[in-house]
């Protein structure tokens, strides 16, 4: 049962314009959104993450949206850049519980 | 700064061996999480760790267990090791359990041959 779900498996955006990144959940219980970068082989990197009780989130380059009555959460990356090539996971947590919800990731190729 | 550190970074272990994965978490993070990530797949938790005490449970095989020290690094026992458990296994660590990011290691690739 996938509770966190990025139904775009890939994308890709020129270097310089908006990428924009969705995920959705299911589980209405999740009150905690992350975005993780991961390289083949490689951990994944902490990106960027928000509250529930925010519905945005802004560090550098990286903004994230949330809209909890759609249960969907948004990565912005601008301007995009080649260095941002890797694959996006969204990740979300409960209050109840202790651990970290994946979706299936989105494989982001910025073209210079 | 300071990490999370698995290790080994590779190990290659033959059907029904046991294997033994260790995590050292960032300074002063009190929480451990353990992650599965077949090829292609996305992370699929494990179990993770508040203060020593197993704080939550996902799919892991009963022919694995695990544990947090005193010192609050965690290691994954994993026995009767078969073909399907070849994958990277991520550890991840944390202050507390609300409202916080998670760091993740480099991961521990295991090849079951």
């Known amino acids: 049962d996938q509770q966190v779900k990025q139904n775009s498996p890939s994308l890709s955006v020129q270097e310089g314009r908006i990428s924009i990144l969705n995920c959705d959940y299911t589980n209405s219980m999740f009150d905690y959104f992350l975005w993780y970068k991961k390289y083949p082989a490689e951990g994944p990197t902490f990106l960027i993450s928000i509250s529930s009780i925010k519905d945005k989130n802004e560090d550098g380059r990286f903004t994230v949206f949330l809209n909890k009555s759609a249960k969907h959460l948004s990565l912005h990356i601008v301007p995009s850049q080649p260095g941002d090539s890797a694959v996006y996971f969204c990740?979300?947590?409960?209050?109840?519980?202790?651990?970290?919800?994946f979706g299936t990731g989105t494989s982001l190729t910025v073209i210079p | 700064a300071a990490g999370v550190i698995q290790s080994p970074r590779h190990l290659i272990k033959e059907k029904r061996e046991t294997a033994t994965l260790k995590c050292y978490p960032i300074p002063r993070h009190d929480t451990v999480y353990w992650y599965q990530q077949g090829p292609g797949q996305d992370p699929q938790f494990l179990i993770s760790?508040?203060?020593?005490?197993?704080?939550d449970k996902g799919s892991i095989p009963d022919r694995f267990s695990a544990q947090q020290f005193s010192d609050y690094h965690s290691e994954l026992n994993m026995s009767s090791l078969e073909l399907g458990d070849s994958a990277l296994y991520f550890c991840?660590?944390?202050?507390?359990?609300?409202?916080?990011?998670?760091?993740f290691g480099q991961g521990t690739r295991l090849t079951v041959v």
């Open positions: 991840a660590s944390s202050l507390g359990t609300r409202n916080t990011e998670a760091f």
């Open positions: 990740a979300a947590r409960s209050h109840t519980g202790n651990q970290f919800y």
């Open positions: 760790f508040y203060e020593k005490m197993q704080s």
